[in-house]
């Protein structure tokens, strides 16, 4: 025997059944419209990237090799630059070096002029006292080298005058 009671029970327990069931139900339609979702998503993302692998990567692959063309090109720009530049500061070093001498002669030569310039009145007169003895000492000098000469000479006529008598007082000796 059943009791009411029972048959109750059996037909919420059976309600319950298909109330999980619906939501089972319900829960596996959301599932499979996110799945749809994520699928429609995917597919899209796939065509993508086989549009790019058909037509969008060969652009790219074209602007690469452009690019790596360009970068050659920058790089022998830079080689040529810096051989000209490097070129241009030797010389321009080389200039300013002969500039440099020219303007120490300059100054140099100007220098005695401009010191003389400067000088008081007494330095001025021991200067032309000391080109004066300069011009003094170079006149002794001729002068004792001229002595000098004219000593030499005469000694070579005493030796033959000596000379001369020696041998006159032989032959005297001898006869």
């Not at 993508?48 to 990567?57: D, H, Q, R």
């Not at 030569?109 to 009145?121: G, H, M, S, W």
């Not at 001729?142 to 020696?166: F, P, Q, T």
Request: glycine share 2%; hydrophobic share 35%.
């Amino acid at each position: 025997t059943v009791t009411r009671d029972d048959v109750e029970e059996s037909l919420k327990a059976k309600w319950q059944y298909v109330k999980d069931q619906e939501q089972l139900l319900k829960d596996l339609r959301l599932q499979i419209e996110e799945t749809d979702q994520k699928l429609i998503l995917k597919r899209i993302e796939r065509d993508y990237w086989l549009e790019y692998k058909n037509v969008g990567s060969k652009t790219h692959a074209n602007k690469i090799k452009n690019l790596e063309k360009d970068i050659q090109e920058v790089k022998d720009d830079l080689c040529r630059a810096t051989e000209y530049y490097a070129n241009a500061l030797k010389t321009l070093k080389e200039k300013n070096d002969s500039l440099i001498e020219m303007q120490m002669k300059k100054s140099k030569e100007q220098a005695p002029e401009n010191a003389v310039k400067r000088i008081d009145k007494s330095s001025c007169r021991d200067i032309e006292e000391n080109e004066w003895l300069k011009e003094e000492v170079k006149i002794y000098r001729k002068e004792v080298s001229d002595l000098k000469a004219s000593i030499y000479l005469l000694e070579e006529e005493n030796i033959g005058l000596v000379m001369k008598l020696l041998d006159l007082r032989l032959q005297n000796l001898r006869v």
